[in-house]
Nanobody, 125 residues
Framework: QVQLVESGGGLVQAGDSLRLSCAASGRTISPYAMGWFRQAPGKEREFVAVVGWSNADRDYADSVKGRFTISRNNALNTVTLQMFNLKPEDTAVYYC??????????????????WGQGTQVTVSS
């Protein structure tokens, strides 16, 4: 069973950068697509970014394209979300998730099987 733990959240100002990390334990995540999602207060959880089993295949939500970069290190069993030029609308709890059952790069919440507990990102204007 895979367990995921996110870290790196915090309070920053608009325009700042932040790096989120997701550490996996229990088994290797190398075969799985790994995603980042976020949920703002009063809103549904939404897709942010996904990376395939290697860093060759990635996809991003339009709202973060060009500002966020997802990457993985299979040797360390980690996934990272580097966030640049943060905006107040990026404020949310950010979740790391593993897609164990499906092929391809899913952007859909319900297709992810394992979730971390989340890390809060707050961007002040």
């Amino acid at each position: 069973q895979v367990q995921l733990v996110e870290s790196g959240g915090g309070l920053v100002q608009a325009g700042d950068s932040l790096r989120l990390s997701c550490a996996a334990s229990g088994r290797t995540i190398s075969p799985y697509a790994m995603g980042w999602f976020r949920q703002a207060p009063g809103k549904e959880r939404e897709f942010v970014a996904v990376v395939g089993w290697s860093n060759a295949d990635r996809d991003y939500a339009d709202s973060v394209k060009g500002r966020f970069t997802i990457s993985r290190n299979n040797a360390l069993n980690t996934v990272t979300l580097q966030m640049f030029n943060l905006k107040p609308e990026d404020t949310a709890v950010y979740y790391c998730a593993a897609d164990i059952e499906h092929l391809g790069l899913s952007t859909t919440v319900h297709e992810y099987d394992v979730w971390g507990q989340g890390t809060q990102v707050t961007v002040s204007s």
